[in-house]
């Protein structure tokens, strides 16, 4: 399994290799070590290929990712998986702000917590974050699945539109437009494949509560001016 | 005895005239803010407040057609593996397709092409038509990252990462619901018929040392092949295009107050914002102050009409223009030939302006079939080219007659200027001296 | 819009060690700024002296003899140490303002960078790497600092703009990010007396702290008082003679990554700015919540 060490390799070859794979390349797998906060890490994988990143990485690590799997063993920096396609992104660590940002697709997964507007404008991608998320997180969501076993912080959802939010400890504030729904059969089914997908074991989905947009804000209306 | 008091005429206000008494009953009646599209229709200076010198007895002329003036650019020579050359340094600007029918859009790509030059996507994404037709693509990376790819990212000839834009620095995106058609829909992931409200801040980044780190994954991913862009509203165009450069981009793109919306608040366009030309020598001390001036290309859009406009900005240091509105109206917009649709619409040919409302006669800024129809995309692609061609030839015949083989030989010191605005704003001489304000005797 | 650094020793053991640790989390951070970097190194409090740390344009010159004249003037010991383009005047604590003075009438155009018992700014244009090894700063020894390294956004690339600023004895700050009402401030701020050098924002934001905490608030309470009265993006690390401070505004998109061990509190732009650090592998690792105030005091409980 090729290994590229970021303290001696420059990140341009760890990102071209990851790139430049033909259609059924042997090297499928990779590792990368001393990745010391690079940012950039892995970005714009477009191949089913695994990357084992030991360390903590910087802003954006698996950028744009489709069809990747990608895990770091460690912290990752702003912006991870961000706009992501397919695939899957694993952190072990914590998460920064951002994370899943603008994501269409693929599966995210934070094992510790997730900073400020985690899955913000999120289009289509699954997050599971297994410890608790920080304020403005879904901003302007529009669809695709946030799952959060911690707390969540303030101004969760803001100006949602169709994302769904799954949290099971406590939410700070609720964001404009954004409300507690009544949680039915079909969610909890997605809830627990999600759960099942993400890893986590012995956590039942009715513990957690489901949070959408209450869609006021869908067309302008002056009433709602001091929402905005 | 009765007083008889001679007639005299009623004197309307000038602080309240008709327009502003119109938008006050507006405001009353529908407790919204009025939305339009355009740029800002107050009186601004312009390139119309300076002249060329032309030659004379010690500046000697180049021939017409025969003694060549080169009018090709090169974009993204700094760090792109692939820089753009462009035969004319007239660039189409980010229009998206939801704010113009998919006719419209094709036709941009298919005149652009047919000029050698290059169109730019908007806010929306790629589409594959617009792609097809245009030889050279710009794709705009914005806050909404609608429809945005790894595939689309690769596939385009140059990224530009939208900070803002002259008619609104500093403002989200608004397109109400009228115009979000079910492929619109589709494309930004929205439901459709909402009025879409796009913020004002990229989600995963903010200010110019974060812009460095998006700037280098944007490269890791497209493998540094494209020049990125960095567009940014007249606001502070000193520090706004060092920040740029320091930020590691290829090309700057500078868009005054005059440069077009879809769709934005009326209070934003007409009251936030500089005009064009108070936007070049700024940014063109920024990149000469670095050293970068002709390392990192300045583009200049926001009210470029003609050739001699095109050669004013060059003069002034650009390296190139972008043109929006004028696009439009070379491919159908506000023509008189509607005039009585117009009138039905409330308005006239030439002052059309509720782009955001999706009813254009002319089927350019609307998602209805019935009247995108309207717009042939062939034939509309060959009136932007022929216009595309008439302003480089406009441009060409002026810098020839300055003495220059090539567009970016025009100086400041080609120009002069006709009123005390344009003069400080561009720090050139007021015509028949030497003097302009700020500067030292007279 | 910048790097910045903040490192607040707990364990004595590493004091020897604080100006390289500093140096290699604020060289980590270069790329965010490449106009201008500093440093703020809080020594150790020898017995009663205090300390000017000046700068000048042509140190050749206005070096030259100046302690034999500051001794003459002062009529007190006093001894000049030149460091590049800097100099760290050492004089007891009771003669700090004569000093100022005299330094004033003796050498008019040198600036003052920093004084009080313990802090030394060194602050120049250019990179991280060539302003730490030009004054030496990771040999340093001391209890805390700060560090920034800077992407002039709204004024000029001069010495001066650079951080840290310090505006008050032994206090300095460094902030990334860019404040919006710091004109209006400003305007008060000299009102009250303050006096200002820069058309920098950080420098209404140091000038801020010093009138609030002259006013009787510790560091703490007047960071407090700055999230509401501040406006715009910040992210702010601060010291004082044994204080540590960081806060973000309320919106809190400007990155900030801290960590905490049993020996050191640590604050970095980014998280690669840590890396280097002592047991950084299991220390707490978090980000600092908006508009919340993070204090740490060596003379309240370590």
């Known amino acids: 399994m090729p290994v590229f060490d970021l303290s001696v390799t420059p990140l341009r070859e760890l990102n071209s290799t990851l790139h430049g794979l033909a259609a059924g390349a042997n090297d499928t797998a990779f590792e990368v070590i001393n990745p010391r906060g690079h940012h950039a890490v892995a970005a714009g994988i477009d191949a089913p290929v695994t990357v084992d990143i030991k360390g903590s990485v910087g802003y954006y690590c698996a950028g744009m990712n489709d069809g990747g799997i990608v895990t770091v063993h460690g912290s990752a920096g702003p912006g991870v998986a961000e706009n992501m396609m397919s695939g899957s992104v694993i952190i072990e660590g914590d998460a920064s702000q951002y994370a899943g940002a603008t994501g269409r697709g693929g599966l995210l997964v934070i094992k510790g917590n997730a900073a400020s507007r985690c899955g913000i404008s999120m289009k289509g991608i699954d997050i599971v974050v297994y410890g608790n998320i920080g304020h403005m997180s879904a901003f302007m969501g529009q669809s695709g699945h946030l799952v959060v076993l911690g707390d969540a912080g303030d101004a969760l959802g803001d100006s949602l539109y169709e994302a769904k939010l799954f949290v099971r400890g406590s939410v700070k504030s609720l964001g404009s437009d954004c409300v507690e729904k009544e949680m039915r059969p079909e969610h909890l089914a997605k809830l627990s494949e999600l759960l099942e997908k993400a890893g986590v074991r012995g956590i039942a989905p009715r513990e957690f509560k489901r949070y959408g947009s209450a869609r006021k804000l869908y067309n302008f209306n002056i009433d709602n001016a001091d929402a905005y | 005895m009765s007083y008889h008091n001679p007639y005299t005429p009623p004197r309307k206000s000038a602080t309240f005239d008709d327009h502003t008494l119109a938008e006050i009953r507006r405001a009353a009646a529908t407790g919204i803010y009025d939305i339009r599209g355009a740029g800002t229709k107050r009186k601004v200076p312009h390139f119309d407040d300076l002249l060329f010198l032309g030659a004379s007895i010690s500046r000697y002329p180049l021939e017409g057609y025969r003694e060549k003036c080169d009018t090709t650019v090169v974009l993204g020579s700094r760090f792109a593996k692939k820089p753009i050359t462009l035969k004319t340094p007239i660039t189409i600007a980010g229009m998206s397709f939801g704010a113009l029918s998919g006719n419209a859009k ?19 994404g790629m589409t594959d038509e617009e792609r097809g037709h245009s030889q050279t693509l710009v794709y705009q990376y914005l806050p909404s990252r609608y429809g945005m790819n790894p595939k689309d990212l690769r596939r385009a000839d140059a990224i530009e990462v939208v900070v803002g834009q002259g008619a609104k620095p500093g ?93 934005t608040q009326d209070v934003f366009i007409e009251n936030v914002g500089m005009p064009t030309l108070a936007c070049i020598r ?41 043109i929006g509105t004028a696009a439009l109206v070379a491919i159908g917009d506000n023509d008189p030939k509607w005039e009585e649709e117009y009138q039905k619409l409330g308005t006239t040919a030439g002052a059309y302006d509720d782009w955001h409302e999706g009813k254009d006669p002319a089927g350019i800024t609307t998602q209805d079939p019935e009247l995108a129809k309207r717009l042939d995309p062939v034939a509309a692609g060959r009136r932007l080219a022929n216009y595309l061609k008439v302003m480089t030839l406009e441009a060409q015949t002026i810098a020839r007659a300055c003495g220059k083989n090539h567009l970016h030989n025009l100086e400041p010191e080609d ?27 007279f | 819009m910048c790097g910045i650094v903040g490192l607040f020793l707990k364990d004595k053991a590493l004091e020897p060690k604080l100006g390289a640790l500093l140096s290699s989390m604020l060289i ?14 809080y020594g150790n409090d020898i017995g009663n002296t205090a300390k000017i740390t000046v700068q000048s344009a ?65 602050k120049e244009v250019g990179l991280p790497k060539d302003v730490v090894s030009r004054f030496g700063v990771t040999d ?62 950080t420098e209404v934001a140091a000038a801020y702290l010093t009138a609030e905490m002259a006013k009787g608030k510790d560091l703490g309470a007047a960071l407090e008082s700055a999230v509401d009265d501040l406006d715009g993006f910040f992210t702010f690390v601060v010291g004082t003679k044994s204080g540590f401070g960081v806060v973000r505004d309320p919106i809190a998109c400007k990155p900030a ?14 998280y690669r700015a840590l890396v280097n650090l002592p047991g950084i592998e299991n220390a707490r690792i978090w980000e600092p919540e908006p508009a919340t105030v993070y204090f740490w005091d060596h003379e309240k409980a370590a």
């Open chain 2, 106 to 124: 094709e036709a941009l790509g298919r005149g652009a092409t047919l000029a050698g030059t290059s169109t730019t996507t908007g806010d929306g």
């Open chain 3, 58 to 122: 042509d140190p050749a010159k206005d070096f030259e003899g100046l302690e034999h004249a500051l001794r003459r003037a002062l009529e007190v010991p006093v001894t000049v140490v030149v460091k590049y383009t800097h100099a760290v005047i050492t004089l007891a604590k009771d003669k700090l303002d004569e000093g100022r003075a005299a330094l004033t009438a003796l050498r008019p155009e040198i600036r003052v960078m920093s004084s009080g018992d313990t802090v030394e700014i060194y």
């Open chain 3, 257 to 270: 990554v801290m960590a905490e061990t049993d020996q050191y509190v640590a604050f970095g732009s980014e």
């Open chain 3, 28 to 41: 980590k951070m270069t790329d965010r700024g490449p106009d201008s970097a500093g440093i703020a190194i």
């Open chain 2, 171 to 263: 403002g989200g995106g608004m397109l109400l619901g009228q115009k979000i058609s079910d492929r619109v829909a589709n494309m930004r992931n929205l439901p459709k018929g909402i009025d879409q409200r796009s913020a004002c801040r990229h989600p995963d980044w903010t200010g110019p040392d974060d812009l460095e780190i998006k700037i280098m994954e944007l490269r890791e991913i497209t493998d540094w092949e494209k020049p990125i862009y960095v567009k940014v509203g007249g606001a502070r165009p000193y520090y706004d295009t060092a920040l740029a450069v320091k930020a590691g981009a290829d090309v700057v793109v500078l868009d005054g107050m005059q440069g077009g919306t879809a769709a």
């Open chain 3, 140 to 201: 340093m020894s001391g209890t805390h600092g700060i560090g920034h390294t800077r992407m002039a956004t709204e004024s000029a690339v001069t010495t001066l703009g650079a951080h840290p600023f310090s505006t008050g004895a032994d206090q300095c700050l460094v902030h990334n990010g860019s404040l919006s009402n710091h004109n209006n401030l400003r305007r008060e701020l000299k009102r009250e007396g303050m006096i200002f050098e820069t058309e920098n924002d």
């Open chain 2, 415 to 441: 120009l002069c200027a006709l009123t005390m605005e344009a003069a400080a704003m561009a720090q050139i001489p007021l015509a028949g001296t030497n003097w302009y304000p700020g500067k030292g005797g």
């Open chain 2, 282 to 322: 700024p940014a063109v001390q920024a990149l000469q102050d670095l050293g970068m001036h002709r390392k990192v290309q300045l583009i200049i859009s926001g009210g470029i009409r003609s050739g001699a406009d095109v050669a004013k900005a060059l003069a002034l240091g650009a390296d190139a223009v972008a």
